[in-house]
């Protein structure tokens, strides 16, 4: 299907910290801003706000969801601004969606968006299946597939979400662009899906997407670091 050039950044784990987002080069230019989640640490609609604006100083089209970190307030406020994507599928070019999953599964510290893994294997499916009218996807979900790049701890432990990866190993969208675990900022594949995590905002980590008809697949994505 013939989609025009277009260009995506996608940023995350952003804490309340949006000092960097100013300096991502040709984010003004770009057609779009995708949050992944975690905007902030723990806040509330006004700290939520608060990011959000900032994104939309540098870039109005903003396309977000919520992180574990994020309170439900934040999400009800995204809603109501018609810029939510957790749970949600919307068109990113003609016959390309994206498909946003955000929150967290159970992580130690008790955090206030988080849910079991059997609730976010449902609530994958139950997106996914708003996606029919697309021939290819884009998935943005917080939580990274399990045993890959994206998800692994400094001590080499995986903590990533199963149902992520049989997600992404069942149905093969072009690109998964994840987050949540800091330390993992990494690209991998599962299957054909690429899978990047770019780190928190505030370690400089971002990635570009381009949707053009001249590209392989349709959709090419690069990690990139200020």
């Known amino acids: 299907m013939d989609k025009p050039g277009r260009r995506f950044f996608a940023v995350g784990d952003i804490h309340g910290d949006v000092a960097n987002l100013a300096r991502i080069p040709g984010i003004s230019r770009a057609d779009g801003v995708i949050?992944?989640?975690?905007?902030?640490?723990?806040?509330?609609?006004s700290e939520g706000k608060r990011v959000i604006e900032a994104v939309r100083a540098v870039n109005p089209a903003v396309y977000a969801q919520i992180g574990n970190m994020d309170r439900q307030e934040i999400d009800d406020w995204l809603t109501a601004e018609e810029i939510n994507i957790h749970r949600r599928v919307v068109e990113l070019a003609p016959g390309l969606g994206l498909m946003g999953i955000g929150w967290s599964t159970?992580?130690?510290?008790?955090?206030?968006?988080?849910?079991?893994?059997?609730?976010?294997s449902r609530w994958i499916d139950?997106?996914?299946?708003?996606?029919?009218?697309?021939?290819?996807?884009?998935?943005?979900?917080?939580?990274?597939?399990?045993?890959?790049?994206?998800?692994?701890?400094?001590s080499g432990g995986h903590v990533g979400s199963p149902a992520v990866r049989a997600?992404?190993?069942?149905?093969?969208?072009?690109?998964?662009?994840?987050?949540?675990?800091?330390?993992?900022?990494?690209?991998?594949l599962v299957g054909t899906t690429t899978v990047i995590n770019p780190g928190p905002l505030a370690a400089g980590g971002y990635v570009r997407i381009d949707v053009g008809r001249d590209l392989p697949h349709g959709v090419e994505a690069a990690l990139a670091v200020i």
Do not use: K, M, N, W
């Open 167 to 188: 997600f992404l190993e069942r149905v093969q969208p072009l690109l998964c662009v994840t987050g949540h675990i800091h330390e993992s900022r990494a690209v991998d």
């Open 35 to 45: 949050v992944t989640g975690d905007l902030t640490i723990r806040g509330d609609q």
């Open 126 to 154: 139950e997106t996914h299946a708003l996606a029919g009218s697309y021939s290819d996807l884009v998935v943005v979900v917080h939580t990274p597939p399990y045993g890959t790049a994206t998800d692994r701890l400094p």
């Open 106 to 120: 159970p992580t130690p510290f008790g955090t206030p968006s988080e849910i079991s893994e059997a609730g976010l």
